[in-house]
T-cell receptor
């Protein structure tokens, strides 16, 4: 049973480009969470999704950021017109139920904006 | 709002030393408490958890006790190894969200 798969592991973008981060949850998991980790800081919640629904996006910037979790395929975190401040590690986690007592994390995507 | 405060790192210890990483929290009600570990280049893994006051979570020689009176969940290990070098995150569960501490980097020298 494969774990949570994130790709790419490293993503380099120039300012103004778009970044697309992918997350395939564990098999049977329909709840996905995205977190951002800035250097020397903890994890910051961004968004919580179930299949085809955004449940809570209170941690996500109102502009340039969006997330989806379609019926088929991985969850996507999309950042438009990236800026240097978007450089961070982005982690995805999944759980089988809404009671997220145990989250399974991917290895993260390190986004570097030049 | 709910929050978690962790001891600042890095914490540097020699192999076989005793480890304590402090974690305190503020929350309404009685949240579940967690320690996660992040090894270099990897995602986070659940290390241990406690769901009610006086519960003790333990795993891989690590322990933490849920102390309601001091709102603390300190992580301890009696004898650390080089392989324990990682970043450790304390977290609490508030509704369906996990509230995270900033993480404490642990460096164990042989």
């Amino acid at each position: 049973n494969a774990g949570v798969m994130q790709n790419p592991r490293h993503l380099v973008r120039r300012r103004g480009q778009e970044a697309r981060l992918r997350c395939s949850p564990m098999k049977g998991h329909s709840h996905v969470y995205w977190y951002r980790q800035l250097p020397e800081e903890g994890l910051k919640f961004m968004v919580y999704l179930q299949k085809e629904n955004i449940i809570d996006e209170s941690g996500m910037p109102k502009e340039r950021f969006s997330a989806e979790f379609p019926k088929e395929g991985p969850s996507i975190l999309r950042i438009q017109q990236v800026v240097r401040g978007d450089s961070a590690a982005y982690f995805c986690a999944s759980s089988p139920t809404a009671e997220n007592e145990k989250l399974f994390f991917g290895s993260g995507t390190q986004l570097s904006v030049l | 709002g709910d929050s978690v405060t962790q001891m600042e790192g890095p914490v540097t210890l020699s192999e076989e030393a005793f480890l304590t990483i402090n974690c305190t929290y503020t929350a309404t009600g009685y949240p579940s408490l967690f320690w996660y570990v992040q090894y270099p280049g990897e995602g986070l893994q659940l290390l241990l958890k406690a769901t009610k006051a006086d519960d003790k979570g333990s795993n891989k020689g690590f322990e933490a006790t849920y102390r309601k009176e001091t709102t603390s969940f300190h992580l301890e290990k009696g004898s650390v190894q080089v392989s324990d070098s990682a970043v450790y995150f304390c977290a609490l569960r508030s509704n369906y969200q996990l509230i995270w501490g900033a993480g404490t980097k642990l460096i164990i020298k042989p």
